[in-house]
């Protein structure tokens, strides 16, 4: 009984046929199907790195480790590709101190919206500052750019989070300030204009864009250079420079069509113009209180008063504390000896805890304070140590300028004197104190021909 169950099993099996599609069923789009659902649920393309990177971490590298250490070497490398993508992504400068209406439209919105404070600005926005307003735009310790008003200004690429990058901007009217922090050292700093590009190589310049019959760029510099360069080549002045270098305390003009003019030393008008840039940005822990204009060699040596900012962190030794009352305790007694205590101490201080953030500040205000006192040969001493640490500082020329004044005036001794003023005009011939100079001695000569 048993066997014929069987032989009838193995018949019918026998007798099966191989199962094959219909000619209705559509297999390709059973594929094009699943390959759809597969994508749905791909990983991108930072995940399957991070994953592969941790799976061949886990398992190829350290296959005999304990899970618990297993999972904290990948949770680490995890993290160290979360802080790559992160540092590689640009970092976008923030709106501070608005002024009246400010505007910003961006690629994606196309249409118009008022900038808040403190809005971080991205790559393609376009900023519009209306009548009577003006905004700052500052990345901290690396840039920041005053917009004055009638201004537009296109964000065309953001430097990233960390490292060297470029941050470049076109002009499309108006007129910009920018300052170049300590941050964004070997990093470029581009300005686009219709007539040029504008790379800073320095610290502190203006930007600024007439519009009248023939449009044109002004680019005016008050510390460090900046490469100018024409976007145009005119055929009729092939062999004119289409690049120049303008350097501190100098001016170019750029048409459009046109190469750069060649630079020009900054009148007296321009110079103080050019003071706002001081105020944008990250404040000098030490400054002088000098007005940009020819006499502040004079009012350098009256003396000036000198600014300690209280912004963290404090740089300043603790002991000035104590050296501030002491000048403070002298000037009310009129105390000489107490004065000159003071000044003693303040020069220790300078060389004990050297800052050159700081230093060129301190020693211009010691080498008044000496002629303040009437010590002249001190003065010069201290001025003469200026030129020697710091003769590339773009205070050096009031150091120059003020020994000058001190062998004329007080010393008596007009070869020296003489010798001091032409190092003037021959070291710092772009400076404010090269236009005090020049009346000085009566030399008649247009600012423009020294250069």
């Avoid at 590009?197 to 203006?206: D, E, Q, R, S, Y």
């Avoid at 001794?413 to 021959?426: C, G, I, P, Q, W």
């Amino acid at each position: 009984m048993d066997r014929e169950i069987f032989d009838r099993f193995d018949m019918v099996m026998s007798a099966l046929k191989a199962i094959e599609p219909t000619p209705s069923f559509d297999f390709e789009f059973r594929r094009r199907l699943n390959e759809v659902i597969e994508k749905k649920y791909e990983a991108s393309a930072f995940e399957l790195m991070a994953e592969r990177v941790a799976e061949s971490f886990r398992y190829a590298l350290l296959p005999k480790v304990p899970v618990l250490v297993r999972s904290a070497a990948t949770f680490i490398v995890l993290m160290a590709i979360g802080l790559y993508i992160y540092s590689v992504q640009p970092s976008n400068p923030l709106s501070l101190h608005k002024e009246g209406v400010v505007l910003a439209m961006s690629p994606k919105d196309a249409a118009w919206r008022e900038v808040v404070s403190r809005e971080r600005l991205k790559v393609g926005d376009i900023i519009m500052t209306e009548r009577d307003s003006q905004i700052d735009l500052v990345l901290f310790n690396k840039y920041a750019i005053r917009m004055k008003a009638g201004t537009k200004l296109r964000i065309e690429e953001l430097t990233p989070r960390y490292g060297k990058g470029r941050a470049r901007f076109s002009l499309l009217e108006g007129k910009m300030l920018a300052s170049i922090g300590t941050g964004f050292k070997s990093s470029s700093f581009i300005i686009d204009t219709e007539a040029a590009v504008a790379k800073a190589l320095g610290t502190k310049f203006v930007v600024n864009i007439q519009k009248d019959k023939n449009s044109k760029t002004d680019i005016s510099v008050l510390e460090g250079e900046v490469e100018v360069e024409s976007r145009f080549r005119p055929k009729e002045i092939f062999l004119a420079k289409r690049t120049v270098i303008v350097g501190a305390g100098q001016k170019t003009e750029v048409y459009v069509g046109q190469v750069p003019l060649t630079p020009q030393r900054l009148l007296e008008e321009e110079w103080r113009q050019l003071e706002e840039l001081y105020q944008i940005g990250k404040k000098p822990t030490v400054m002088l209180l000098l007005r940009n204009t020819t006499d502040r060699v004079e009012q350098l040596l009256r003396p000036c008063p000198i600014y300690i900012s209280d912004e963290k962190p404090i740089e300043i030794p603790e002991i000035f504390e104590d050296i501030a009352i002491k000048i403070g305790e002298a000037v009310k007694t009129q105390d000489k000896a107490k004065h000159l205590e003071s000044v003693r101490l303040l020069e220790k201080m300078i060389k004990e805890y050297p800052n050159p953030k700081y230093d060129v500040q301190f020693l211009l205000y010691i080498g008044a304070y000496y002629e303040y006192l009437s010590d002249h040969k001190e003065a010069v001493r201290i001025f003469e140590k200026v030129l020697e640490n710091y003769p590339n500082s773009t205070l050096a020329s009031l150091a120059q300028c003020a020994i000058g004044i001190i062998y004329e005036e007080k010393l008596n001794n007009k070869e020296k004197a003489d010798m001091a003023y032409r190092l003037v005009l021959t070291r710092y011939p772009n400076s404010l104190e090269a236009i005090w100079v020049e009346k000085r001695l009566g030399i008649k000569k247009l600012a423009n021909n020294i250069k």
